[in-house]
């Protein structure tokens, strides 16, 4: 079994500011990690997805994420932020599963808000 | 459109009533998972599909929770008997295998 946490229920941030939110997991296996995010009354769009290899991941918008197994993290960061980004934003896990079973665990969410 | 569709958008039904919850994926993707997000969570895993066969269940809350996809597409989620703690923001999920999964808006269902 997995468990996520993201420790930021709400981050305000200027607009124009570099951002920040922390992820952390916990698993008994080897995991897939992803970052979506959520606009009200809207479902999850995916951000970024770490599988294997580079630890350093490029998403959609301008966010990136860095895979730190030691530390078991995966925060997400974006140099400089836009009106736009502010949403809500959730980490996830699932299992290095065979079979297409790979179902995820997210984390709480962590609202972003981008002030001008 | 190409996406995840899922009707209706809103549902509001008394205590007690039955509902049922329609996810159409995307064309081709094999497999079809359900989600539960309760107001200010994250979403929470109910079920998977591969084609039409329901391969984990462990998710779903009670008995009175039922999913189906009988010809390997459209699924749909019934809740019976329904009460107060099942209001919540149903979401539904495709993807092909072992591939990163693509939501639909999302039923809010509101229990009376």
């Known amino acids: 079994a997995q468990s996520v946490t993201q420790l930021d229920s709400q981050v305000p941030v200027f607009e124009e500011a570099p951002v920040e939110l922390r992820c952390n997991y916990s698993?008994?296996?080897?995991?897939?990690l992803f970052w979506y995010v959520q606009y009200p009354n809207q479902g999850l769009q995916l951000l970024l997805k770490?599988?294997?290899?580079?630890?350093l991941v490029k998403g959609i918008n301008g966010f990136e994420a860095e895979f730190n197994k030691s530390q078991t993290s995966f925060h997400l960061r974006k140099p400089s932020v836009h009106i736009s980004d502010t949403a809500e934003y959730f980490c996830a896990v699932s299992d290095q599963v065979t079979g297409g079973g790979n179902k995820l665990t997210f984390g709480t969410g962590t609202q972003l808000k981008v002030e001008l | 459109g190409a996406g995840v569709s899922q009707s209706p958008r809103y549902k509001v039904a008394k205590r007690g009533q039955d509902v049922a919850l329609r996810c159409d994926p995307i064309?081709?993707?094999?497999?079809l998972f359900w989600y539960q997000q309760a107001l200010g969570q994250g979403p929470e895993f109910l079920t998977y599909?591969?084609?039409?066969?329901?391969?984990?269940k462990s998710g779903l809350p009670s008995d009175r929770f039922f999913a189906e996809r009988p010809e390997g597409s459209v699924s749909t989620l019934k809740i019976q008997r329904t009460q107060q703690e099942d209001s919540a923001v149903y979401l539904c999920?495709?993807?092909?295998?072992?591939?990163?999964?693509?939501f639909g808006d999302g039923t809010r269902l509101s229990i009376l």
């Open positions: 599909f591969q084609n039409e066969a329901q391969l984990d």
């Open positions: 770490y599988l294997s290899g580079s630890t």
């Open positions: 064309s081709g993707h094999v497999s």
């Open positions: 698993s008994s296996v080897s995991v897939y």
């Open positions: 999920a495709s993807s092909f295998v072992n591939q990163p999964q693509h």
